[in-house]
């Protein structure tokens, strides 16, 4: 049986991994902000209405941390609203939706991993708008919905940590990388073949998704150093140096450890999370080819 499924934010890191990992059975409509933008509710309205899908994949969001903190605004607009005018297009035509959220919606207080039913408390204002978009889609749609918190999210195009390490390792002798914040650092490759999983199994509710291990900023940018130099991607030297958050003082606060609990995920979908390292050694190696 083909799913019809619209995908937002075509052209970032998980939109791109999403087309170029489709699955056969997988009719696809994936779309950038000049054609569907979310925060036009008649727009996004009229596009669901026309291509009538089975699942909507939200990869549309406003991920510039530290960015959000000036322009709040913006933020909730298109994490908390367009994700609301999405989930209200989604029930006007009967289409399920993945709601793609983060790990930021934790404070990195508890000590241990996040279930899914832990106690949110966004630190900054990215967090709070990606909060919002969670509330919306899960009152509007319910058990219709699949709300996907995720972390770290990387991949060989757009904006991220990788590409900004490689790019840095390359102009500077020297960094420094902040080594008191923890999670895992997520391929958006391994995190679209999940959300994949997720729709043929049909999996609805709040879970959590990350590849598997922990790092910290400083473990992921030595194994991007290593790798990359491995892979002949990098050729200058450049010495890498753990400071403390407190050393590097940004406008949002970050939670200082963010792991989440993949377990009722892995059950629902019938796979567990390839171990971060080996996930991103396969992708410096290809250079970001699935």
Aim: charged residues 25%; negative net charge; hydrophobic residues 40%.
């Amino acid at each position: 049986m083909t799913n019809k499924v619209l995908v937002t934010g075509c052209n970032g890191q998980l939109g791109i991994a999403l087309q170029q990992i489709k699955p056969p059975d997988v009719e696809m409509l994936a779309l950038d902000r000049s054609k569907l933008d979310i925060t036009n509710f008649k727009q996004v309205k009229d596009v669901v209405e026309q291509f009538k899908p089975d699942w909507i994949i939200n990869a549309a969001a406003y991920t510039a941390v530290d960015k959000a903190e000036s322009e709040s605004k913006n933020a909730f607009l298109i994490n908390r609203d367009g994700a609301e005018n999405l989930a209200r297009a989604a029930e006007s035509c009967g289409a399920r939706m993945v709601q793609v959220s983060t790990d930021y919606v934790f404070d990195g207080n508890q000590g241990r991993p996040y279930k899914a039913e832990d106690p949110v408390n966004p630190i900054n204002v990215y967090g709070e708008s990606k909060l919002g978009g969670e509330i919306a889609v899960r009152e509007i749609l319910g058990n219709e919905s699949l709300i996907l918190r995720t972390a770290w999210v990387y991949a060989f195009h757009g904006k991220n940590f990788l590409t900004t390490m490689l790019r840095l390792m390359q102009e500077r002798e020297k960094l420094d990388v902040v080594e008191d914040q923890i999670g895992t650092p997520t391929s958006a490759y391994t995190l679209a073949d999940a959300i994949f999983s997720a729709i043929k199994n049909e999996v609805t509710g709040t879970h959590h998704w990350t590849d598997a291990g922990v790092a910290s900023w400083y473990d992921f940018a030595n194994a991007i150093y290593e790798l990359g130099t491995t892979a002949g991607i990098l050729e200058s030297a450049c010495r890498l140096a753990p400071i403390l958050s407190e050393a590097y003082p940004t406008p949002a606060k970050r939670p200082v450890c963010s792991l989440l609990d993949k377990q009722s995920f892995r059950k629902a979908i019938g796979e567990d999370g390839q171990q971060w390292r080996l996930v991103l050694k396969r992708v410096i190696g290809s250079a970001g080819k699935p």
